[in-house]
């Protein structure tokens, strides 16, 4: 049993909140909130004291390519489809299993000193993908990315069906890379696959003025229009990115009540264009946050991407109040989670996985206390998570790694891998 107490405790219930409760942990359970007791101090393994500092749910990485540490500043000036074609595929050919254990296991570190409790992840070397994240302690949620280029689609419902009951902390959603990678048929064996496990249905989506168009030549619709008529969304799942939404769009979004993961940096590195956001959330579209692959943005870093979400907005409708900071604060703690399926890691509450994180306020960026969500927001960094706790056992503490590998040794095998495979 864990006790945290002497601190902060931020929660969403009802809207972002902060007590000074303490919090008790059980396994990977939160057991118990509420104001300081006189119990027996004995039946605590440990007991942190959190000197004033906050308490609050970890921020979930709603769409990402972890492995793809290994593309960090590659290829950094070229445009979305030539990236793809010219930088990122044929790199990727090279990469084996042992390179995707370990450069799954480098953006897993990355995840926890960003204060990132859970990922929501479409790659492929799913096996030694799950490994690294296994063997990490980490929570992710698979998401397959069907397309054209894949040997054998039906190994999707293979690995459906297995790694949604490997581990409790590993899960796995139906999607596709995109539509414009997808021909009808394989995007017909998706549809049907959704339709036998009653599944949600994700992909990348309208992120390029391009695709928009390209979609609209092949089927006479935009992608989320033409993706909903032959029944892709019909169980949920939503859209990563959703730059170029047209009105028709956004409102089939909201009527299906599907959801959408914004992805920021990505978007403004590739110069693919700003997501709606604001006027899509006013419409009743749920948003969650995600970094995309370190080769198109490059940070795994969710304070940046929260900074950008609500900055952006302020300026695609003029309004300094657009995208105001607790909100974003819960699309990237709370909406994360509900999105990728983890509705029992998205709020700081009694029955809960102990997903957590603690961000230390005695930093001069932190100072002074006048709205702690707004300084989240607008002013916090990663040097202000001092723990980062997944399934209730403390993975990142005060800038050390608490899992079974040296950091040091993962960064020289990088090296040794880019030297020997890529770079030469
Ligand atoms: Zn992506």
Redesign the pocket.
């Known amino acids: 049993m864990l006790r945290f107490f002497n601190g902060r405790i931020l929660r969403f219930e009802n809207g972002p909140h902060i007590t000074e409760d303490e919090v008790h942990i059980s396994g990977d359970t939160i057991v118990y909130v509420g104001p300081a007791t006189a119990e027996d101090k004995n039946r605590f393994d440990r007991e942190i004291d959190l000197h004033g500092n906050l308490l609050m749910p970890g921020f979930k990485n709603a769409?990402?390519?972890t492995p793809m540490t290994f593309l960090r500043s590659l290829a950094d000036d070229l445009p979305l489809d030539r990236w793809l074609r010219e930088a990122i595929w044929p790199n990727e050919a090279k990469l084996d299993d042992e390179a995707v254990y370990l450069f799954t296991k480098l953006g897993i570190l990355e995840y926890l000193s960003s204060g990132i409790t859970a990922s929501f992840d479409?790659y492929s070397h799913s096996e030694a993908y799950v490994a690294a994240n296994i063997d990490s302690g980490f929570r992710t949620v698979l998401c397959s990315g069907m397309n054209d280029f894949d040997a054998d689609p039906t190994d999707i419902e293979r690995d459906y069906l297995h790694y949604n009951q490997c581990s409790d902390r590993i899960s796995y959603q139906l999607g596709i890379h995109a539509e414009y990678t997808t021909g009808i048929e394989r995007l017909k064996y998706m549809v049907s696959l959704a339709e036998k496990y009653k599944a949600p249905c994700w992909t990348?989506l309208s992120?390029t003025k391009a695709e928009v168009e390209g979609c609209i030549q092949r089927y006479g619709m935009t992608p989320p229009l033409f993706l909903d008529s032959i029944g892709f969304f019909n169980y949920g799942g939503g859209g990563?990115?959703c730059c170029h939404m047209t009105k028709d769009d956004i409102d089939m979004f909201a009527d299906k009540h599907l959801w959408a993961v914004t992805?920021p940096a990505?978007n403004l590195k590739l110069a693919s264009g700003i997501a709606p956001v604001a006027r899509m959330m006013k419409r009743g579209v749920r948003f969650a946050i995600?970094t995309?692959?370190a080769s198109?943005n490059n940070a795994l870093d969710m304070f940046r991407e929260m900074f950008l979400t609500t900055g952006l907005q302020n300026v695609l409708e003029d309004n300094p109040n657009a995208c105001p900071a607790a909100e974003v604060l819960e699309m990237a703690c709370v909406n994360g989670a509900r999105c990728m399926g983890l509705e029992n890691c998205d709020d700081l509450a009694v029955g809960k996985k102990a997903d957590l994180i603690v961000i230390d306020l005695n930093r001069p960026n932190m100072r002074p206390l006048n709205s702690i969500p707004n300084n989240l927001v607008f002013s916090g960094s990663k040097e202000n998570v001092k723990i980062t706790m997944v399934n209730g056992r403390v993975l990142y503490e005060d800038g050390r790694f608490h899992i079974d590998d040296d950091p040091a040794e993962l960064y020289h095998k990088a090296e040794t891998f880019m030297k020997e495979r890529i770079r030469r």
């Open positions: 769409h990402t390519h479409m990348h992120e990563f990115h992805n990505s995600g995309d692959g198109s």
